[in-house]
């Protein structure tokens, strides 16, 4: 038998909720952005595809890059997840918030951006053919934006994994 958790007051009992909410925001606002540029790319792609049925495979690729970005939400939730106990420091909960908050608003920024580019640049490439690499360049600096925020959660998560009670 173990002995009972005694709440501190820098390992107080509401800690874990704070990590709970860290992976929450971590996918929901990953998967918001994630959908949000799918379906904005998604759009332009169906609009591109009546007159130019030809280009659609080129013209799936914002929706591949909008679909990344919930992969990322993905990882640092699991992570989080990892890292939750019945009795943790509220550092390490708050820390777990913020890499959750961090991944979580970057992927949404980024998949708003995917979603207006991949949506106006599918079609613009549809009746200029070389505005297409001047979208895959811009697409890139839109995703890139969801990578700063998955770098700056994993760093985030590796602190709070450090934090004991």
């Not at 501190?8 to 909410?21: A, L, R």
């Not at 106990?85 to 992927?107: E, N, T």
């Not at 839109?142 to 450090?162: H, M, Q």
């Amino acid at each position: 038998m173990s002995a009972p958790l005694v709440p501190t007051e820098y390992c107080p009992v509401y800690s874990p909720f704070f990590g709970v909410m860290g992976a929450t925001t971590a996918i929901v606002f990953c998967c918001f952005g994630a959908a949000y540029g799918t379906a904005k790319s998604g759009v332009g792609l169906t609009s591109m595809g009546v007159l130019r049925p030809d280009l659609i495979m080129k013209g799936v690729v914002p929706i591949i890059m909008a679909g990344i970005i919930g992969i990322y939400g993905l990882v640092v939730s699991v992570l989080i997840g990892n890292g939750f106990s019945q009795q943790m420091s509220l550092y390490a909960g708050f820390i777990q918030l913020g890499a959750g908050l961090s991944v979580g608003l970057a992927g949404m920024a980024a998949g708003f951006a995917v979603g207006i580019v991949g949506d106006a640049g599918v079609r613009a490439s549809a009746q200029q053919p070389r505005l297409f690499t001047g979208m895959i360049l811009v697409l890139i600096f839109a995703e890139v934006l969801a990578l700063y925020g998955l770098i700056v959660a994993l760093i985030l998560n590796t602190k709070a994994s450090d934090a004991k009670c």
